[in-house]
């Protein structure tokens, strides 16, 4: 008979009673060495008396963030000891690192450990334990965690304790840093095969409760329906950016650029791309962006256009011999309603594909038309002036089939943002649904949209996001950046000052998810971001030692990173809408591959993945090391291998959009049940990520 091993709990740790001996769990001896006879020294850890009953969410890493410096409620999965002694939260993205790396089924050394064999490696290893007592996994090659059998079992959602004997050699120095590793499930819908975005899941916040809420009991109504208060906005707060433009995939005007060497380098790309006056396109007769503004003797008071025109657009297009989309319609709305140009053009080459269950447009149509996209643009180009804004829903397709440029564009799947962040966008219909309550494309897939119909939706939302304010429609009608919830709470001490967070990722993050931190640190690769790291925990002036808290003044509380060669080399981080960090991207695969052509659609070699694995947990090891005391540190994934789920989503993107204009015979993809199931399939394991978490 084996021995018998009984679980007990001393302080949130884990004690294990073998024979007659106590032996102390690696979290203990760790906690012990570091608290230098102080009692009070905080301490994250997994309880053994914790009853877990499903996956650790992203979300509930970020709560418990807030419940260490925003008073947010007690993490259940955790056990925090002097939460309120924990003196900074750094948070660490490192996609790339997933679980088949800890158990053995992904192996990272080119030679088995201690020159044993695999088989002898596994009769060596516990089986795993019994969660009657609420213990955790031990690691064990071989063992696979497989977050899509069912039913449901423990073993696939508890954490796992980090034996380093029992690690590649690659993954070693994370046991001496952490205590266990956790499975931890990526936001998504399974039902629905979607996968979302583990930026948002971390960095926006649910907006906190009011009292009354808290004392409510059952079905409440939605909360912006109840708390939302109008800020009446002008339409020129939500003219699109050039950076905006730009990584929704516009081609920019020449007076989004303010120096002559700036609009010379943005021409030679146009030229490269055949988007310049040599391949047809024109350019709205503006030269500076300062030629829009209205003086405000010439505007109304309380008027929200700012004394602009404003027109709404939308275009039909059919698909000629190129395959390329060409203009066969056009509809203008002016911001009364009333229709300023409603014309059908015929393209200058044969239509192939009149897409009719899209474009409503069909040959009889076209037939008698004789006006061509030339006349289009010179009409354009008299009707549109330097104060026109024009408004549109994914208005760079418009554009791209007008061969047009112009400078001020409000973009309602840009200021009306997915729920999950891009590169996800919002249709037309679902927004007409969910904030004008009116049914529109009803006939979609019989007589096509109706232009006129879709461009006075997209001016209806435009006028209502001004009536109602910029947060309307946005994540943060219901949540909020994490930095302006952090920003609400002071620090404690005499210096009552708030807290403060920063950002450190590749390329600006000033754009996006850090617009919001006191600190945003753009970095061209990893060790860019360990420095950044660093540079953002500390001050000028060095922590004292020995380590007192009450001397130091920390620069940033919270701090969110992340790492992402390993995620680049692995083919999971496969492109950006922003081309300056999709060149980053780039240069990462050919530095580590030194191989330009290098495929990521394909795994890489085990002794290159071993070596980005390396590095990827030297630079966790580097910041940890940077770390000062008494700093949480949560290392994450976000997802697991995010590959088959995107190969299966673009097979059926393919198919639905073949479906509506072929037969069965000739669809070049066929989606069944059998790709719906490996879809599904490939989603859960895409949701399978892991993190770490520690106190230093």
């Not at 290893?125 to 609420?134: A, E, I, Y």
């Amino acid at each position: 008979m084996g021995r018998r091993k009984r679980h007990i709990e001393d302080e949130g740790s884990v004690v294990v009673r073998t024979d007659f001996s106590i032996v102390e769990s690696r979290a203990t001896k760790r906690r012990k060495k570091k608290d230098h006879g102080h009692n009070n020294y905080p301490e994250i850890s997994h309880s053994s008396s914790a009853r877990l009953q499903s996956y650790v969410k992203i979300s509930d890493l970020q709560a418990l963030v807030l419940y260490v410096f925003a008073q947010g409620p007690s993490p259940q999965w955790v056990a925090v000891r002097h939460a309120s002694a924990i003196q900074k939260v750094v948070v660490l993205m490192a996609p790339g690192l997933e679980l088949g790396m800890f158990n053995g089924t992904l192996s990272l050394d080119s030679q088995e450990p201690h020159g044993k064999k695999s088989s002898e490696l596994e009769s060596d290893l516990s089986p795993k334990q019994s969660f009657d007592n609420g213990a955790t996994n031990t690691i064990s090659a071989g063992e696979q965690n497989d977050s899509s059998k069912a039913p449901l079992s423990p073993d696939d959602y508890y954490p796992t304790k980090l034996d380093a004997d029992k690690l590649p050699e690659v993954l070693k120095p994370l046991a001496d840093m952490f205590s266990h590793v956790w499975p931890i499930k990526a936001p998504g819908d399974d039902k629905y095969s979607r996968l979302f975005s583990p930026l948002q899941a971390m960095l926006t916040a649910p907006l906190p409760k009011s009292k009354e809420e808290r004392k409510m009991k059952g079905a409440q109504p939605p909360r912006e329906a109840k708390t939302w208060q109008n800020q009446r906005t002008s339409i020129t707060e939500f003219i699109a950016n050039s950076d905006e433009l730009r990584e929704n995939e516009y081609v920019l005007h020449p007076a989004l650029f303010p120096t002559g060497a700036a609009r010379a380098k943005e021409l030679e790309l146009r030229q490269k791309a055949k988007q310049s006056t040599d391949d047809g396109w024109v350019d709205t007769k503006i030269e500076e962006l300062e030629e829009g503004v209205v003086p405000f003797s010439e505007q109304e008071d309380g008027s929200i256009t700012g004394g602009r025109e404003v027109l709404a657009m939308d275009c039909e297009m059919c698909k000629t011999d190129t395959e390329a989309a060409e203009l066969t319609r056009i509809s203008i709305l002016g911001w009364d309603g009333s229709v300023i140009l409603d014309e059908l053009v015929k393209p200058e080459r044969p239509i192939v594909d009149y897409l009719t269950q899209y474009s409503g447009i069909t040959k009889e149509m076209l037939e008698p038309v004789t006006t061509t996209l030339r006349d289009i643009q010179e009409q354009l180009l008299k009707l549109i002036t330097p104060r026109t804004i024009l408004v549109g829903h994914s208005l760079n397709s418009d554009l791209t089939a007008l061969k047009m440029t112009h400078p001020f564009i409000v973009d309602t799947s840009i200021i009306f943002p997915h729920p999950r962040g891009p590169p996800l966008k919002s249709s037309l219909k679902f927004l007409a649904q969910k904030y004008l309550s009116r049914g529109i494309q009803k006939h979609h897939g019989t007589t096509g949209h109706d232009s006129v119909e879709d461009a006075r939706a997209v001016l209806d939302l435009v006028k209502q996001k001004c009536e109602k304010g910029p947060k309307w429609g946005t994540s943060e009608a219901s949540g909020e950046p994490i930095f302006k919830r952090l920003g609400r709470v002071r620090r404690p001490g005499p210096s009552e000052a708030y807290r403060t967070g920063a950002v450190v990722d590749w390329g600006d993050p000033k754009r996006g998810h850090g617009s919001t931190a006191e600190v945003s640190i753009g970095c061209e690769n990893d060790d860019q971001v360990v420095e950044g790291v660093k540079s953002a925990i500390f001050t000028a002036r060095a922590a004292p030692a020995p380590f007192d808290p009450a001397k130091y003044v920390p620069e940033v509380d919270f701090v969110w990173a992340r790492l992402r060669e390993l995620e680049a080399i692995r083919g999971w981080w496969n492109t950006s809408k922003s081309a300056d960090v999709d060149q980053l991207r780039s240069d990462a695969i050919a530095n580590s591959s030194h191989d330009e052509n290098v495929d990521t659609t394909k795994e890489v070699s085990k002794s290159d993945l071993s070596s980005a694995v390396a590095r990827t947990v030297d630079r966790i090891k580097a910041i940890y090391a940077g770390l000062p005391k008494c700093t949480a540190f949560v290392v994450y994934t976000g997802t697991g291998d995010p590959r088959e789920t995107s190969r299966l989503q673009a097979l059926q993107q393919q198919f639905r959009k073949e479906y509506q204009i072929k037969k069965w015979d000739e669809l070049s993809v066929k989606w069944t049940d059998v790709e719906e199931q490996e879809l599904r399939r490939a989603v859960r394991e895409a949701r399978a990520g892991l993190g770490f978490v520690v106190v230093k």
